[in-house]
C-alpha cells in the first residue's frame, strides 16, 4: 500500500480555519485519497475523498496538488467538536482501509 | 440510527479467559472488518470478510479468530487474551472493494484484560 505522511499535531483556534496537509509521493494512479476522522472514544468517520479535482462537502473540502503527490484537508471554520485524528488514506479498488498515523487536531476556544 | 453497532462498548475479561466481542450491522454490506486500536495508536486491520471470504492479515496472532454467521452478524473471539490485548476493538462495514466505497465504523468495544 502507498504510504501517507501527515504531521503528529497541530492547533487551531476555535472559528478559524484548519489546513491539514498530506504528502503521498508514492500515489499510484489509481489510488483514491480518503480523508476520516476520529473523534474521542469514538470509531473513525468518513470525511471526503477524492482522486484529482479538488471536493467540497458539507463537513470539508479537500484540494489536491496537481501532481497528486499531496493533498490538503480543510476545514473551514473549526469548531471544538473538530477535536479529533485526522487520517489521510489512499485506496484503490480492491484493497483495504489502511491507517496511518494521522494528525491530531487541538481547536482551542 | 446506529448502522454498526458493537456490544458490549466495554468488557472486562480475565486474562486467558476466552471472550467474544459482536458486531452487527443494518446497512447489508458485503464487507465488514475487525480492527484492533492500541493507546495513542492508529487503527490496525486484524482480518476482514467479503461476504463469507475471511481474509486474515498476515501478523494477525493465531489467538485472534473470527465468525461471520450471516451478513448482518460478526463475532470477534480472542481465544486467550494477553495482557498486550487490551486496546478497542473496532468494526467497519463497505458496501464493497470499490476505491470510492465508504467505511462505516461502530463505536467500538474497549477491552481490558486483568
Known amino acids: 500500500d502507498a504510504k501517507t505522511t501527515q504531521p503528529n499535531s497541530m492547533e487551531s483556534n476555535e472559528e478559524e480555519p484548519v489546513h491539514l496537509p498530506c504528502n503521498h509521493s508514492t500515489i499510484s494512479g489509481t489510488d483514491y485519497i480518503h480523508w476520516y476522522r476520529q473523534l474521542p472514544s469514538q470509531g473513525p468517520e468518513y470525511v471526503i475523498h477524492g482522486l484529482t479535482s479538488n471536493v467540497n462537502n458539507r463537513m470539508a473540502s479537500l484540494a489536491i496538488a496537481e501532481d497528486r503527490k499531496s493533498s490538503t484537508l480543510i476545514l473551514h471554520r473549526a469548531t471544538l467538536r473538530d477535536a479529533a485524528v485526522y487520517y489521510c488514506?489512499?485506496?484503490?479498488?480492491?484493497?483495504?482501509?489502511?491507517f496511518g498515523g494521522g494528525t491530531r487536531v487541538l481547536v482551542k476556544p | 440510527d446506529a448502522m454498526v453497532i458493537q456490544n458490549p462498548r466495554y468488557q472486562v475479561t480475565q486474562f486467558g479467559k476466552p471472550v467474544t466481542l459482536s458486531c452487527s450491522q443494518t446497512l447489508n454490506h458485503n464487507v465488514m472488518y475487525w480492527y484492533q486500536q492500541k493507546s495513542s495508536q492508529a487503527p490496525k486491520l486484524l482480518f476482514h470478510?467479503?461476504?463469507?471470504?475471511?481474509?486474515n492479515e498476515a501478523d494477525t496472532p493465531d489467538n485472534f479468530q473470527s465468525r461471520r454467521p450471516n451478513t448482518s452478524f460478526c463475532f470477534l473471539d480472542i481465544r486467550s487474551p494477553g495482557l498486550g490485548d487490551a486496546a478497542m476493538y473496532l468494526c467497519?462495514?463497505?458496501?464493497?472493494?470499490?476505491?470510492?466505497?465508504?467505511?462505516?465504523f461502530g463505536q467500538g468495544t474497549r477491552l481490558t484484560v486483568v
Open positions: 470478510y467479503y461476504d463469507k471470504d475471511f481474509n
Open positions: 488514506i489512499l485506496k484503490a479498488a480492491g484493497n483495504k482501509l489502511t
Open positions: 467497519a462495514t463497505s458496501r464493497s472493494w470499490g476505491a470510492v466505497t465508504e467505511a462505516f
